[in-house]
């Protein structure tokens, strides 16, 4: 499978709803509601504190249609270092590699981030996802510590 990892554009709209309502499941558990037809519009917004709008990338994975989509805040909170606002995959199509892919191609577009922060919500299977991925759980939030490209990207 070769996945791309590109940026958002309001084509997309349509699709990311769709994933969205595929995903009812972690926006139950991280949210207590339903997906609804805002939470595209509002993803533009929603910036962590400290946050500038020119940091967030909203990006789809795709390989023969989409197949993921990252919320992502760059340089936060602090220089070399993201934040992730929510990393969804397709029910169907979980636990395929995907979510590991979609890792890798986002070391490849961010090649300086060497600190991924996430914060942590009620989503098992999602938290089962961060520790395979070597994540440390700290309270509310884990980190996964990346060590930096020895070709010095």
Not at 44 to 65: I, M, R
Not at 93 to 106: P, Q, Y
Request: some cysteine; hydrophobic content about 45%; glycine content about 10%.
């Amino acid at each position: 499978m070769r996945l791309t990892l590109r940026d958002f554009t309001p084509a997309d709209e349509p699709a990311v709803l769709a994933l969205f309502a595929d995903c009812d499941d972690w926006f139950q558990a991280a949210t207590g509601h339903p997906s609804g037809p805002g939470d595209v519009q509002s993803l533009f917004y929603a910036l962590p504190e400290g946050a500038a709008f020119e940091q967030k990338h909203l990006l789809v994975a795709q390989a023969q249609g989409m197949i993921g989509f990252v919320d992502l805040v760059v340089g936060h909170p602090a220089r070399g270092e993201a934040s992730i606002g929510f990393f969804l995959v397709p029910r169907d199509l979980r636990r395929w590699g995907i979510g590991r892919e979609m890792a890798k191609a986002l070391a490849e577009r961010f090649p300086d981030v060497t600190r991924v922060h996430v914060r942590l919500d009620d989503f098992k299977p999602g938290n089962e996802f961060l520790k395979a991925m070597g994540f440390v759980f700290n309270g509310q939030r884990a980190v996964l510590e990346i060590a930096p490209r020895s070709d010095g990207r």
